[in-house]
């Protein structure tokens, strides 16, 4: 939350303090999974991670937002700056090999290689939209 300064303002809560620490944490760790497993988004996670931080700990959300790694990510959304067009092209060179290595050589389900089909295209479709930096 933010007040009328542009401050950031915790909660008082403990225990809502605690749940929202742990839920950040458990969103960064999904978050860099997903800088490794091209199919789980890492942004997104990062972005509920730095939103559950920001509502409890001031400290692990500046560690967040100054992180060497993660900080730019989430730096550049917030301030509306987009992805460079060197990880749009990665990102989305990552995602079509993996699925199409999924699809010719592990899946065996036609509906699930549909699925896999339309993921891709979805997720190609939504990083082409995003702002280029």
């Not at 950031?8 to 620490?21: E, M």
């Not at 509502?55 to 900080?71: D, P």
């Amino acid at each position: 939350m933010i007040n009328k300064a542009g401050q950031i303002k915790t909660i008082d809560n403990r225990l809502f303090r605690g749940i929202f620490i742990i839920s950040g944490s458990f969103f960064l760790g999904l978050g860099i999974i997903g800088i490794v497993i091209p199919l789980l988004p890492t942004t997104p996670f990062l972005l509920l991670a730095a939103a559950c931080y920001s509502r409890s700990s001031k400290k692990f959300y500046n560690w967040l937002l100054n992180n060497k790694w993660f900080g730019p990510y989430i730096t550049n959304y917030l301030d509306g700056k987009g992805i460079p067009l060197k990880i749009k092209l990665y990102a989305i060179s990552i995602i079509w090999v993996t699925i199409l290595f999924s699809v010719f050589f592990i899946v065996e389900i036609l509906l699930v290689k549909m699925i896999l089909i339309i993921i891709a295209i979805v997720v190609s479709l939504h990083l082409i939209t995003i702002k280029t930096k």
